[in-house]
């Protein structure tokens, strides 16, 4: 296992270019209606020993992190990288447009999207592969959804569920808008 874990990490931190996994979008039902779209990569088949999650940041798409998704997808990983929609391309227009990204950032309704973005996608994974081992991962705005899901305490009022086996956090927040010092104390779990 930890020469596994360490092929992730390396790929993580890699630029793998290059590297082609098919690709297949999927949308999934979510609790309040409406869908998340995610973006698979790699083998979807049962036994699927390690499924990766990733949350994009703010104004972000479920076809971006393609990089990391192809390369661990080239590693025998099953990836899905999820689409927020709430929080995506049209929120990242609407700032363009003048609207303040603190506001944005900060909205406690938002963030509660993104964890039933998480829970339609986490669903979508137990039933479709019965993974050995779960990681999520996140990159800025994602990367708070990935530390609040590990456990770390929000001032948003969001709590998270802890399960998964490891958690990665891509250009995370410090102490600010998501975060008070030592939010990060309570998380257990490998990050």
């Known amino acids: 296992m930890a020469a596994r874990q360490l092929s992730l990490a390396i790929c993580l931190w890699l630029t793998c270019v290059g590297v082609t996994q098919a690709q297949e979008l999927r949308q999934l039902p979510r609790s309040d209606g409406n869908h998340t779209p995610i973006m698979l990569y790699g083998n979807w ?9 990733f949350s994009h940041g703010l104004g972000g798409s479920e076809k971006g992190l393609s990089a990391y998704a192809e390369a661990l997808a080239g590693e025998g990983y099953s990836v ?24 944005v950032v900060a909205d406690p309704a938002l963030h509660r999207l993104r964890m039933a973005d ?22 800025s705005m994602g990367a708070a959804t ?15 569920q802890q399960r998964f086996d490891g958690y990665i956090a891509l250009s995370p927040q410090g102490v600010g808008w998501m975060f ?3 939010a990060w104390d309570t998380v257990n779990a490998p990050v």
């Open 45 to 53: 088949q049962q036994p699927c020993p390690t499924v990766v999650i």
């Open 80 to 103: 899905a990288v999820m689409g927020h929609t709430e929080s995506g391309r049209d929120v990242r227009f609407s700032i363009l447009r003048g609207k303040k990204i603190a506001h």
């Open 118 to 139: 998480l829970d339609a996608t986490l669903a979508f994974a137990k039933e479709c592969c019965d993974p050995e081992t779960l990681i999520l991962g996140g990159h």
């Open 146 to 160: 990935t530390m609040v899901e590990a456990g770390a305490v929000s001032k948003l009022g969001l709590k998270g």
């Open 180 to 182: 008070d010092k030592g």
